[in-house]
């Protein structure tokens, strides 16, 4: 990645006189053929709603989440998430809010890059996970999501739905935990466009 970065920082140095770092412009993840159409550019045409961040959720890697429609969907699921679960001054004489969490529409696609961490920093591309949201009927115990991860190659190391043993070992037993939010943890948001 580190090569990636300064290659592209060199190319655009010699090329305009100038440095201007664009992180998102390179694309370290070679895309599987099966998912090319649906993710051709996706760093670019996507709305970008995080930063690189530490997650814990996702074995101390950083992340990196895109979404090809349906942002507003995330974001207000994240400031739900907040109003609900982040009031540290709670009164246990209050009636609990009543949660308002919407749901994602088909063919909404929430892909997810995932870094080592090194230093406190993002270091080395490793995978793509995403989650696309199909037609009802298709897992109706899983929200209709398919799952999806393959590395840096793009050699697909899962797809299925969440009932699928593996699928449900690696991804869906976690995702289960937040039905209410479409099984989609959006637990933060920052606008990049």
């Given at each position: 990645?580190?090569?990636?970065?300064?290659?592209?920082?060199?190319?655009?140095?010699?090329?305009?006189?100038?440095?201007?770092?664009?992180?998102?412009?390179?694309?370290?993840?070679?895309?599987?053929?099966?998912?090319?159409?649906?993710?051709s550019d996706y760093?670019?045409?996507?709305?970008?709603?995080?930063?690189?961040?530490?997650?814990?959720?996702?074995?101390?890697?950083?992340?990196?989440?895109?979404?090809?429609?349906?942002?507003?969907?995330?974001?207000?699921?994240?400031?739900?998430?907040?109003?609900?679960?982040?009031?540290?001054?709670?009164?246990?004489?209050?009636?609990?809010?009543?949660?308002?969490?919407?749901?994602?529409?088909?063919?909404?696609?929430?892909?997810?890059?995932?870094?080592?961490?090194?230093?406190?920093?993002?270091?080395?591309?490793?995978?793509?996970?995403?989650?696309?949201?199909?037609?009802?009927?298709?897992?109706?115990?899983?929200?209709?999501?398919?799952?999806?991860?393959?590395?840096?190659?793009?050699?697909?190391?899962?797809?299925?739905?969440?009932?699928?043993?593996?699928?449900?070992?690696?991804?869906?037993?976690?995702?289960?935990?937040?039905?209410?939010?479409?099984?989609?943890?959006?637990?933060f948001y920052s606008?990049?466009?």
């Amino acid at each position: 990645m580190k090569r990636v970065l300064l290659s592209l920082a060199a190319g655009l140095i010699a090329a305009s006189g100038q440095v201007i770092a664009d992180p998102f412009g390179v694309y370290p993840f070679k895309i599987p053929l099966q998912y090319q159409a649906e993710l051709s550019d996706y760093r670019t045409d996507w709305t970008r709603v995080t930063g690189f961040e530490h997650s814990g959720l996702h074995w101390q890697q950083f992340i990196v989440v895109f979404l090809n429609k349906d942002v507003r969907v995330y974001e207000s699921n994240y400031l739900e998430y907040l109003r609900l679960y982040q009031d540290y001054d709670e009164d246990e004489d209050e009636e609990e809010p009543v949660p308002n969490f919407k749901s994602y529409s088909p063919g909404t696609i929430v892909l997810k890059e995932n870094f080592s961490s090194q230093s406190g920093s993002p270091h080395e591309a490793l995978t793509i996970t995403m989650m696309i949201k199909r037609q009802p009927g298709y897992s109706p115990t899983h929200g209709d999501w398919e799952y999806v991860q393959f590395d840096k190659q793009g050699k697909v190391l899962l797809a299925g739905k969440g009932t699928d043993s593996a699928i449900q070992k690696v991804c869906a037993s976690c995702h289960e935990s937040i039905k209410e939010r479409d099984y989609i943890f959006a637990n933060f948001y920052s606008k990049s466009k």
